[in-house]
C-alpha cells in the first residue's frame, strides 16, 4: 500500500541520513554556483526559465521536487520524475558559443546538473560534520542514480562513487568557462530580489534588516564552499584559508540549525515519510 510505502531510499538509506540535514539550503545554492559554469547548461536555464523574476517560487519548486523524491512514495517519486521529463522534452534552447539547437534534456546535461547537485548535497553536509564513513559516502552516490534514472538518465552512466564522482568532475572541466551568463548568475545568486513581504519594508523606505544579511551570509557560505578550480573560474584565488573559513562557517551553521526544533525545519512530506517509517516498523515488530 502507498501509505506504508517507504519510496526510493527510505530510513535505513545514508539519503535520509543525509538530507534530514537543514545545512542542504546551503548546498542547493553551492549546486548553482557550480552549475552557471557549464555555458550549454547555463545557456538552458537562461533561455526557458523564469528564474529572475520567480526566483523564490523556483526555488521552493526544486526544493519540493527533491524532497518528494527523497521522502516520498514510490509512485509520488515516479510521477514527479515522469512531470519533470515532460516537461524537459519540450524545451529547445540554442548555443550562445556555436549557434547550435540543443535540447533540455540531452544526458550530458542532465548528468551535469545531477552530479553538482548530489556532490554538493553531500560535500556540505560533510563539512558542516555530518559523520559519514566512505563507505557512505559512496553508498550516497550509488542510492542517487535512483533519482538520475528519474529525470531519464541511464544510472549505468551515472557517477556511483566518491571516486567516479572525481573522474566526472575532471572530465567535464575542459567544458566550464566563466561567461557573462555566468557571471550575471552569481550575482543574481547573491542578491536576488527579496521575497514579496521581506521586501515591503524596503520598498517602503525602512531598513534592510536581518532577512538580507541573513541571506547574504548564507549564499557567501555557499560560494566559499566551492571546490578551488571554480573559484578560480569565478577570479578568486582559492587560497586554503577560504576552505578553512568556509568549513568553520558551516559548521555554525549547522549548529544554529540544531537549536530550532525539528517541526519548524521539516516539512509536510519528511514528516509523511517519517510516519510512514514508524508504521512500517511497528509493523515488522507485531509480525
Keep these: 500500500m502507498d501509505s506504508d510505502d517507504l519510496g526510493l531510499f527510505g530510513p535505513g538509506s545514508v539519503t535520509w541520513k543525509v538530507h534530514e540535514e537543514p545545512i542542504l539550503i546551503v548546498a542547493g545554492l553551492r549546486s548553482l554556483y557550480l552549475q552557471a559554469l557549464h555555458p550549454r547548461a547555463m545557456a538552458g536555464v537562461a533561455q526557458n526559465s523564469n528564474y529572475r523574476t520567480d526566483a523564490w517560487g523556483r526555488l521552493v519548486r526544486t526544493a519540493t521536487y527533491v524532497a518528494t523524491t527523497v521522502y516520498g512514495t514510490t509512485a509520488e517519486a515516479e510521477a514527479a520524475g515522469a512531470r519533470l521529463r515532460r516537461l524537459h522534452s519540450r ?34 553536509a560533510r563539512r558542516a560534520g555530518l559523520p559519514l564513513s566512505d563507505d557512505e559516502v559512496d553508498g550516497y552516490y550509488t542510492e542517487q542514480r535512483r533519482a538520475a534514472a528519474l529525470v531519464g538518465l541511464d544510472p549505468a552512466t551515472v557517477p556511483g562513487t566518491a571516486a567516479e564522482v572525481a573522474d566526472f568532475y575532471e572530465a567535464v572541466r575542459p567544458q566550464l568557462r ?17 521575497p514579496w513581504k521581506l521586501s515591503l519594508p524596503v520598498r517602503l523606505g525602512l531598513t534592510l534588516g ?19 578550480w571554480a573559484h578560480r573560474m569565478y577570479g578568486g584565488l582559492g587560497l586554503p584559508t577560504t576552505a578553512l573559513s568556509a568549513d568553520l562557517t558551516v559548521r555554525a551553521l549547522r549548529l544554529a540549525f540544531a537549536a530550532v526544533p525539528r517541526r519548524y525545519l521539516e516539512g509536510p512530506l519528511i514528516q509523511a515519510a517519517k510516519e510512514r517509517a514508524a508504521r512500517h516498523a511497528a509493523a515488522s515488530l507485531a509480525g
Excluded at 535540447?103 to 542532465?110: A, K, Q, Y
Excluded at 536581518?210 to 578551488?228: E, K, M, N, Q
Design 91 to 124: 524545451l529547445r534552447a540554442t548555443d550562445t558559443l556555436t549557434g547550435e539547437q540543443f535540447r533540455i534534456d540531452e544526458p550530458d546535461l542532465l548528468r551535469w546538473v545531477h552530479v553538482t547537485e548530489v556532490e554538493s548535497f553531500l560535500s556540505t
Design 210 to 228: 536581518p532577512p538580507r544579511w541573513a541571506y547574504l551570509g548564507i549564499a557567501g557560505t555557499a560560494f566559499a564552499l566551492l571546490p578551488t
Design 178 to 194: 566563466m561567461t557573462r551568463e555566468a557571471a550575471e548568475t552569481a550575482v543574481f545568486l547573491t542578491a536576488p530580489p527579496l
